[in-house]
């Protein structure tokens, strides 16, 4: 973070002026009603939201178009889109005999698609086992809901990185599964360093997101649904294929948005579990600001990451045009 | 119209919840093409009675014949009943022609058959050109017609109904009484109907079985549970009545409210004590000087068709039902007619009142 910030002046007073402009409403909207309006108890919020929310993300709107020394650039985003940018251009500078060595580096788009393949494995797998776990949670009869409920919120109240060190304890060569295997006579396997460990670790952290909002739509629903399609016909597989599946939508795409997002984004859990040999795009943003210091960059990378969500999340917007989805999304 | 063939019959049927007894040795048939209501107040017993029907509850203890078959074990969806549930239970995901083609859908109908048998159904409840409607769109009247279409598009033998109209306002609901009548006949569907309305019990039923704590009081037709009731409960429930205790003289006279009235019913024996009920209208108020008994009128109310007013005679407090009012404070006399005099056997159990609850 020795990174000089390097902001024009003109955009700090621009974010002054922002936030002058919203206090000076703030004012004016409290002396023209002639007291406190209700929603003058949202300016907190929208204070918050400023500061951390808008403001951070304009300055990586800029930091993704300029230089390090501030000058407008397209370069960042070139970046992603050839690893060897730089050395390239160099090759490009040092005369026509050095152009065979241009090559484009697809390292980032690599990671980039390597990310949203582990994201929509981890969604599958979070969807598979979260829906079944959902509704059981859900069944009155079963009288597990509970304890299952607890079960599921237990380990959230541990930190994420806590939790994900947790599993090498057990994944390690070292570690309880191997000894075990090695007690009983068997070979250890190698359980850590591969995509299994960090799809693992993501499904691990990530699960309960998959299972409350199904949950929720699920124990919103009317019972006497279930026993009116029964009434007309419907044997248990039809009552859920054409009533409790069909009306828990809204909670599989609150679900699927809220474990398919952090996923995509993931760090920390492939160098943890996966031992470094495998790079997931959060850990590519966090490396560019964090090892590299090249903010500009990573800045472009975090762009590009947040056009994907915003795309996919309105794809999913389309499918549940309510928007009812357990109130999460 | 109603066939004499039993279609389903309730034998020693008990139910209990977690200790608490619901349903005592309920004994019931219901024939082909009746429209039989279960009328009670609330936590008698009678949707549990339907429920077991439908079989969304088992009995305890009792079998359920179906066409002489015991269907205790059968899942509902391998019974031939149809339920309307209380408040409708319409599929919020599908729109009206789509929870009306449900059953048949689940039943793998050609295509072009559904189609016409849903139009057919929206036509019969009155809702012609709704079915690309969503549900959430309609007034609660037409919600309980797609309710009744989506249970009858299936052709069931019975139809349940679960207080159907309950949640609708009181113009609507006499409509529907009627409607609901008019299809029963058309169709010729048996009907069990569930309701704590006794008004609309004897507007609609060819049979009218009067419940209360998990038991049947009586079963009958409207007008003979109406005149003739079996004892003090279903004479409070159905109607508005004088309830008195009394003592059986001897055959045909009976003395309550310190007179000795001539009545018709015989075979009490002589000096018992028994309950007398008289229904407000069949009362008459006539000269001071000419009636069996005289009072005063306590209080006056306009209740529409007719007058209700309160007459103490200083032993008992009256409710007459007249369309000529008496001015309060004044004194009248009271005649009551021998046959409109009902004597029955005096409840052992508790006041009349005790069971009787409006949801």
Redesign the interface.
């Known amino acids: 973070m020795s990174q000089n910030l390097n902001l024009p002046a003109w955009l700090v007073w621009l974010f002054l002026a922002l936030l002058a402009a919203f206090v000076v409403f703030g004012i004016i909207s409290v002396k023209r009603s002639n007291g406190i309006k209700r929603s003058f108890f949202a300016s907190p919020y929208a204070v918050w939201m400023i500061l951390f929310t808008v403001v951070p993300v304009l300055l990586i709107g800029y930091y993704s178009l300029t230089d390090a020394s501030g000058a407008f650039t397209l370069d960042n985003f070139k970046n992603f889109w050839d690893s060897n940018y730089s050395v390239n251009q160099l090759y490009a500078q040092m005369g026509p005999e050095y152009a065979v060595l241009i090559q484009r580096g697809t390292v980032n788009l690599g990671i980039l698609l390597y990310s949203l393949w582990m994201a929509f494995l981890c969604t599958v797998i979070c969807l598979a086992l979260g829906y079944p776990a959902a509704y059981f949670m859900a069944d009155r009869q079963l009288k597990l809901g509970s304890t299952l409920v607890v079960l599921f919120i237990i380990p959230m109240w541990m930190n994420f990185l806590l939790r994900t060190v947790a599993w090498m304890t057990l994944l390690e060569d070292q570690g309880l599964i191997n000894t075990l295997l090695k007690s009983l006579g068997l070979h250890g396997a190698q359980l850590m360093y591969n995509d299994g460990a960090v799809l693992l670790g993501m499904v691990y952290n990530f699960l309960p997101f998959m299972v409350f909002p199904i949950y929720t739509s699920l124990t919103k629903m009317d019972g006497k649904l279930l026993e009116a399609a029964q009434d007309l016909g419907a044997n248990h597989v039809h009552t859920f294929m054409r009533v409790t599946m069909p009306l828990s939508i809204p909670g599989i795409i609150s679900g699927i948005t809220m474990v398919f997002m952090p996923s995509v984004t993931t760090f920390f859990i492939p160098r943890i579990l996966g031992g470094g040999n495998t790079m997931m795009f959060g850990d590519l943003i966090e490396n560019r600001f964090l090892t590299e210091g090249n903010w500009n960059v990573g800045s472009a990378l975090s762009l590009i990451m947040m056009v994907l969500i915003l795309i996919s999340l309105s794809i999913l917007r389309k499918a549940d045009p309510e928007g009812e989805g357990g109130g999460i999304v | 119209m109603v066939e004499k063939e039993h279609l389903i019959d309730l034998q020693h049927i008990s139910k209990d919840f977690d200790g608490t007894t619901v349903l005592d040795d309920i004994n019931l048939y219901i024939r082909k093409k009746e429209f039989v209501t279960l009328l009670g107040p609330s936590g008698c017993g009678k949707t549990t009675t339907l429920r077991i029907i ?3 509850e088992y009995p305890s203890a009792g079998k359920v014949l179906f066409e002489g078959k015991d269907i205790v074990g059968l ?3 391998k019974r031939k ?3 309307i ?1 209380q ?1 409708y ?5 599908l729109n009206v022609h789509d929870n009306i083609a ?2 048949l ?3 793998k109908m050609p295509r072009d058959d559904i189609r016409r048998r849903v139009e057919k159904m929206l036509d019969l409840v009155n809702l012609r050109g709704y079915g690309k409607r969503s549900v959430d769109q309609l007034s609660g009247g037409q919600q309980q017609r797609v309710a009744i279409a ?2 009858l598009v ?1 052709e069931p033998q019975v139809l349940l109904l679960d207080e159907p109209l309950g949640a609708l306002d009181l113009k609507l609901r006499k409509d529907m009484q009627l409607e609901l009548k008019r299809m029963q006949q058309a169709l010729g569907i048996t009907f069990l109907y569930v309701t704590h309305d006794q008004e609309e019990a004897l507007t609609m039923s060819d049979t009218v079985v009067v419940m209360r704590d998990g038991k049947i009081l009586q079963i009958g037709d409207p007008k003979s549970v109406y005149d003739e009731p079996a004892n003090a409960f279903v004479a409070d429930f159905i109607g508005e009545s004088n309830i008195m205790r009394g003592k059986m003289l001897y055959d045909e006279l009976v003395r309550f409210s310190g007179f000795d009235f001539p009545c018709v019913d015989a075979g009490f024996g002589q000096n018992q004590p028994v309950d007398v009920v008289v229904r407000p209208e069949d009362i008459m108020i006539v000269g001071e000087d000419v009636g069996q008994i005289s009072g005063v009128v306590q209080s006056v109310l306009f209740k529409g068709v007719h007058y209700e007013m309160m007459i103490d005679t200083g032993e008992t407090v009256f409710k007459v039902h007249s369309t000529v009012m008496q001015p309060q404070g004044s004194r009248v006399g009271i005649n009551i007619v021998p046959y409109n005099i009902h004597i029955m056997k005096p409840m052992p159990v508790d006041d009349p009142e005790g069971g009787v609850e409006e949801e």
């Open positions: 439908g079989g969304f899942p509902p969806y009943v149809n339920t549930f408040k239970a319409l599929f919020p995901h449900f059953g859908k689940i039943a989506r249970a299936n």
